[in-house]
C-alpha cells in the first residue's frame, strides 16, 4: 500500500506571509494526487488534483497555487495567507485500479 | 446535486455498547461508497468500501451495509471500545472518468466513546 508524508504536521502563520506545504508519496507510481482541506468541524473541500507532472485542476478559486514538480510530489502554496486559509490541509493519493484514496497525516496550518 | 448527509452529527456511548451510524447520499452515477475513520489531527483511514452490488462488508467491529435502491448506508459499531472515538465519514464516488471531483464527502459524525 501507498505512504503520504507531509511536513510540517502544524504551521502557525501570519496574515499576508508566504505558504508551502509538501506532500510526498511512497509505494506507488504515476498516481492521482489531491490536496483538500478540512475546516474545524467541518467535511473535506476537494482544492487542487492533478493525474501527472506538471497538470494541476483547481475545483474552487482560491489564493492558493499547487504545483507537482515530480510524479510522487505535490506542493501546496500561496503567495499570501488570508485569516480564512487556517484550517487542516490533507494530501491524498489515489490508485486507479483500487479507486481507493490513501490519505497523508495532514497539515494544521492557524493564519494570524 | 450530488450530497452525502449523515447522521447523528455527534454521538456519545459508553464503552461496550453497540452504535449504528447513518449515510444518505443523492450522488449518481454511483459507484462506490466508503466509509472512513479520522482520528483527531490524523488523516481519514479507510474502513470499508463497497460497490453497488454490495449489501454488507465487515472489518473486525465494523459492520457497513448498502441499500443502494434508497441510497442508504449504514456503519455498525459492535462493543465500542474507547479508542473508536473518532470521526467517521461517509465518502461516494461518481462514476466520472475524470480524476478530480469525483468524490463527495459526508460531514461526518463525532463519536466519543466513555468509560
Known amino acids: 500500500s501507498q505512504t503520504i508524508h507531509q511536513w510540517p504536521a502544524t504551521l502557525v502563520q501570519p496574515v499576508g506571509s508566504p505558504l508551502s506545504l509538501e506532500c510526498t508519496v511512497e509505494?506507488?507510481?504515476?498516481?492521482?494526487l489531491y490536496w483538500y482541506r478540512q475546516a474545524a468541524g467541518r467535511g473535506l473541500q476537494l482544492l487542487f488534483y492533478?493525474?501527472?507532472?506538471?497538470?494541476i485542476s483547481s475545483e474552487v478559486p482560491q489564493n492558493l497555487s499547487a504545483s507537482r514538480p515530480q510524479d510522487r510530489q505535490f506542493i501546496l502554496s500561496s503567495k499570501k495567507l488570508l485569516l480564512s486559509d487556517s484550517g487542516f490541509y490533507l494530501c491524498a493519493s489515489r490508485e486507479g485500479y483500487t479507486d481507493t484514496q490513501y490519505f497523508g497525516p495532514g497539515t494544521r496550518l492557524t493564519v494570524l | 446535486k450530488n450530497q452525502v448527509e449523515q447522521s447523528p452529527q455527534s454521538l456519545i456511548i459508553l464503552e461496550g455498547k453497540n452504535c449504528t451510524l447513518q449515510c444518505n447520499y443523492t450522488v449518481s452515477p454511483f459507484s462506490n461508497l466508503r466509509w472512513y475513520k479520522q482520528d483527531t489531527g490524523r488523516g481519514p483511514v479507510s474502513l470499508t468500501i463497497?460497490?453497488?452490488?454490495?449489501n454488507t462488508k465487515s472489518n473486525g467491529r465494523y459492520t457497513a451495509t448498502l441499500d443502494a435502491d434508497t441510497k442508504q448506508s449504514s456503519l455498525h459499531i459492535t462493543a465500542s471500545q474507547l479508542s473508536d472515538s473518532a470521526s467517521y465519514i461517509c465518502?461516494?464516488?461518481?462514476?466520472?472518468?475524470?480524476?478530480?471531483?469525483?468524490?463527495?464527502f459526508g460531514g461526518g459524525t463525532r463519536l466519543m466513546v466513555k468509560p
Open positions: 465518502v461516494v464516488t461518481r462514476l466520472n472518468n475524470n480524476a478530480g471531483n469525483m468524490l463527495t
Open positions: 509505494g506507488t507510481s504515476n498516481p492521482n
Open positions: 492533478s493525474v501527472g507532472i506538471g497538470q
Open positions: 463497497m460497490t453497488f452490488s454490495e
